[in-house]
């Protein structure tokens, strides 16, 4: 923590904290979260709205006076089941080859932690190639407030 300020003046809010006092923390990460949903109600409205006017005027790009252009996306995404479609076309006799054109398998490779360092403990030669592969990420601080 630094020792120039040890306030800080939350945005949206307008409280002062006293970053030295944990329980005043908590209160305005209890009111930030807040103020989040509240705001993300009214992005969600806003962004609605917006979609309203560009459908009635037949586009996807509205201007503002000052040139700015907003621009409305989204709409439907497609979703398919792809097992219970891979199982259909066959049962109903497409050819292989081509249910493998529709229906194409993804592969990710994941590394288990517990027993890579197990292998790494048993020979020296995968613990430096275990050590070699791995990165650490800075991950922010988290906090979880439960109301009463």
Same mark, same amino acid.
């Given at each position: 923590?630094?020792?120039?300020?040890?306030?800080?003046?939350?945005?949206?809010?307008?409280?002062?904290?006293?970053?030295?006092?944990?329980? /005043?923390?908590?209160?305005?990460?209890?009111?930030?979260?807040?103020?989040?949903?509240?705001?993300?109600?009214?992005?969600?409205?806003?962004?609605?709205? $917006?979609?309203?006017?560009?459908?009635?005027?037949?586009?996807?790009?509205?201007?503002? /006076?000052?040139?700015?252009?907003?621009?409305?996306?989204?709409?439907?995404?497609?979703?398919?089941?792809? /097992?219970?479609?891979?199982?259909?076309?066959?049962?109903?006799?497409?050819?292989?080859?081509? $249910?493998?054109?529709?229906?194409?398998?993804?592969?990710?490779?994941?590394?288990?932690?517990?027993?890579?360092?197990?292998?790494?403990?048993?020979?020296?030669?995968?613990?430096?190639?275990?050590?070699?592969?791995?990165? /650490?990420?800075?991950?922010?601080?988290?906090?979880? $407030?439960?109301?009463?």
């Amino acid at each position: 923590m630094s020792e120039q300020s040890l306030e800080l003046v939350v945005p949206g809010i307008g409280q002062v904290v006293n970053l030295d006092d944990y329980r /005043e923390c908590a209160l305005a990460i209890d009111g930030i979260r807040d103020l989040e949903t509240d705001l993300r109600y009214v992005k969600t409205e806003l962004s609605r709205a $917006i979609a309203h006017a560009a459908s009635v005027q037949g586009t996807k790009t509205l201007e503002l /006076e000052d040139g700015r252009k907003v621009t409305v996306g989204g709409g439907t995404e497609t979703v398919y089941d792809a /097992e219970q479609l891979e199982i259909g076309l066959r049962e109903v006799g497409m050819p292989e080859h081509r $249910i493998r054109q529709i229906v194409v398998e993804t592969v990710a490779y994941k590394v288990n932690a517990v027993e890579a360092k197990r292998a790494a403990a048993a020979n020296p030669v995968y613990a430096g190639l275990v050590e070699m592969c791995r990165s /650490e990420n800075e991950k922010p601080a988290t906090v979880s $407030i439960r109301r009463p």
